[in-house]
């Protein structure tokens, strides 16, 4: 299983009926895990797993999300599993971003894991695109929520839950003079603001502001050039300016557009052409080169075989076989090496057997425990046949959940079928290196 939660409920659970909504909804991407529960008739449970971030015993990191209805109110609240990797009584963040604002509340957990209940985030839990949850160094240790990653399913689920609270809370309210009366106090009591709330403009969105007004502008300045054009007296001056107005319209616009599309990867690589002298740091090549060795990682039992093997096409290469769901094959040097002088890395795959109905092919670079590029996904090539493959460093460096330092490197190659679907799975490799 991907979670281990353990959620105490003290709450008011009324004896009124709730519409038909699903009791439990699931929902899986990649590593990780996003569900729906009801429970009862006191509370809707959303929780967020992901193994790509691992506790110190090994297990994934979650957090559970809840909204119940507790003594004439909903509550909203957030609850870890602890010790790991949160700590008790430790000053911790919760970050809602809804596109446009970011929403930070700063707080201490309790020895349980429990955080951060107040009603008055629930607006902005309900509005937010991604949440976030940092703890001092332990920030990039723990899994960053995105709605896009899952289906509207499980989303549309959620809200049916609240809105089946909604529904008790109401019959509740009018179930007598003291409910009333106590349902009043407590919406007043809810509008005080919560004193942890920090509110910011998303980078992002203001950074796409700043470009859509510029590119604006430009089109502006362009568009008095082309009037000014057209007043000169001179016909083939004329057309020249504005033939030269548009040309230069064109590249704005496409120079510009191609920035607002990248922006959501929040980071724009600015290069300055130069001539490089072409270095290779070969890992194989026919043969483990003697600054690195071979290393196998499998969880829960099961092995990865390895041997040296002629090849018709390519020599001598690396045979890889998993007999394991869960495991990872990798080259790892002595000591951690500079690697930042290097552009991109290079492999070529050949699969011979793959018995999987569906499934690909991850590769990721580490550099420490808790230093890592994450899994990257490449296309699986066809059965039978070689593919080459190159890879720009800066992609891992930018992909997503990426904690890279290219400084201090201790694997620079590591390759796994899906995690999870592995058994049976037989690759070789070949040509195996880093380059600039």
Not at 50 to 71: H, K, M
Not at 117 to 125: A, P, Q, R, S, V
Not at 360 to 375: E, H, L, Q, R
Request: with cysteine.
């Amino acid at each position: 299983m991907f979670r281990n939660i353990f959620i105490i409920l003290i709450s008011f659970i009324p004896i009124f009926s709730l519409a038909a909504t699903p009791t439990h909804i699931t929902a899986k991407y990649k590593n990780s895990e996003v569900s729906v529960e009801k429970v009862g008739d006191a509370a809707c449970l959303l929780t967020y797993v992901n193994a790509d971030f691992l506790t110190t015993e090994g297990a994934p990191v979650s957090y559970t999300f809840q909204v119940e209805v507790n003594d004439g109110a909903l509550q909203m609240g957030t609850h870890f599993w602890v010790p790991h990797p949160l700590k008790p009584n430790k000053v911790t963040t919760l970050s809602f971003n809804d596109g446009q604002k970011i929403y930070e509340y700063s707080g201490k957990l309790t020895e349980y894991g429990t955080g951060f209940y107040k009603t008055d985030l629930f607006e902005h839990f309900q509005n937010a695109k991604k949440i976030e949850i940092s703890q001092g160094s332990l920030s990039k240790s723990m899994p960053r929520y995105s709605k896009q990653t899952f289906p509207d399913s499980v989303h549309r689920g959620f809200q049916g839950c609240l809105d089946d609270l909604q529904l008790v809370l109401q019959e509740y309210c009018r179930s007598s003079a003291a409910a009333k009366q106590k349902c009043r106090t407590k919406k007043a009591r809810n509008r005080k603001p919560f004193s942890g709330l920090i509110v910011k403009d998303d980078p992002a969105y203001i950074a796409q502001l700043s470009l859509l007004a510029e590119l604006k502008a430009q089109q502006q300045a362009q568009e008095k050039k082309r009037a000014a054009a057209k007043a000169l007296s001179d016909q083939k001056a004329r057309v020249a300016l504005e033939k030269l107005a548009l040309e230069q319209e064109k590249e704005i616009v496409q120079a510009k557009s191609a920035e607002i599309s990248n922006i959501a990867l929040a980071r724009e690589v600015k290069e300055t052409p130069k001539t490089y002298k072409k270095e290779i740091l070969s890992i194989f090549s026919d043969n483990v080169e003697e600054a690195f060795k071979i290393k196998k990682y499998t969880q829960f039992g099961g092995s990865i075989s390895s041997s040296i093997r002629s090849d018709s096409e390519q020599q001598m290469v690396q045979r890889v076989r998993f007999d394991t769901s869960k495991g990872v094959f990798y080259y790892q040097s002595k000591r951690a090496a500079d690697y930042s002088k290097y552009k991109y890395l290079e492999f070529d795959l050949k699969v011979l057997k793959d018995p999987r109905d569906s499934g690909g092919f991850t590769i990721k670079m580490d550099c420490g425990s808790s230093c890592s590029s994450g899994n990257y996904a490449i296309s699986p090539p066809k059965l039978g046949e070689w593919q080459h493959y190159n890879i720009n460093l800066e992609t891992l460096i930018t992909h997503p959940g990426s904690t890279l330092d290219l400084t201090q490197v201790n694997v620079p190659f590591a390759i796994l079928p899906d995690w999870g679907k592995q058994r049976g799975v037989v690759f070789m490799l070949d040509n195996v290196r880093l380059v600039n």
